[in-house]
């Protein structure tokens, strides 16, 4: 399975994300992970060049061509994971077991790891999250039908902590043209019809393995609904990062979220340069 992160400028929350990937995933021989990155500073590429140094099993593509690189990531595997550098994983994942949902559930249009029974809440709408009929299935999931559910339920194709089929994905794009994670997501939520009627339903964990921490934003193509937060901003948390300050992520581990994107008070600790993972 290939996992396909995509980052801008934010160091301390791809570290973070990195961390408690890693922290999660049960069989990381299963997996291969590509960071897709870009930097609009010198500054920021250098602390970039130190993940890199921490994390060597990661892959780092600097982006050149968007559109190019994500459909060259597609074609490695039949299965890919997308995260963005916002997103800490809270809850043990098996990549194996993905791959057999998917494998053996020709109906399903992908696996959801943010959401779970515990999302009430959608933040982007800020309005109460119901919660659709579920199937219990294996291995701690659930299954239901995306098309009869509402909010963050029925947005069944996006890139902050999903798994998707490779074939499905580059079958709803087909050539369409994307320049950022933002399009791309977009042209997956427009198109995602090309999927019916026989992808209809859609797995999630019965509580969410991931979220997001929307707290500073780096782009401006979507006007995504954030909480400001100055000591989150991203320059800031450079500094930080800087003087050697890391999102403590063993701290969330089992931290259970209201909604898919859910500000909170990250934890941080200091850690020695000779760490690495």
Known sequence: ????????????????LLASLFLHCREQEEIKIIVLYTCSHEET?????????????VLFWEELNFFIQVRDVLKQSPFVLFL???????????????????STSPQAAGISLRLGKNITYCYPLDRPQALPF??????GFLLYDWLSASLDFAYPLEVSSSCYRTQD???????SVFKNPNELEGLLANFVVRLLPDKRLLFCPEQSLAFSVPVNRVQNAVSNR???????????????????????VEKLSGFVPQSCHQPLELPFKRVGEEQTR
Do not use: H
């Open 169 to 175: 994905i580059l079958a709803v794009l087909q050539e």
């Open 45 to 57: 590429k250098g602390k970039y060049k130190e993940i890199m140094e921490n994390y060597p099993r």
């Open 84 to 102: 963005v550098d916002d997103t800490l994983w809270v809850g043990d994942f098996s990549p194996s077991v993905l791959k057999s949902l998917l």
């Open 226 to 248: 954030f909480s400001y937060q100055p000591d989150y901003e991203v320059d800031k948390l450079d500094v930080k990062f800087a003087e050697g300050w890391r999102i403590d």
């Open 1 to 16: 399975m290939v996992v396909l992160v995509f980052s801008k400028d934010r160091a301390m929350q791809l570290e973070g």
């Open 134 to 139: 579920c199937i219990t299935q294996r291995e």
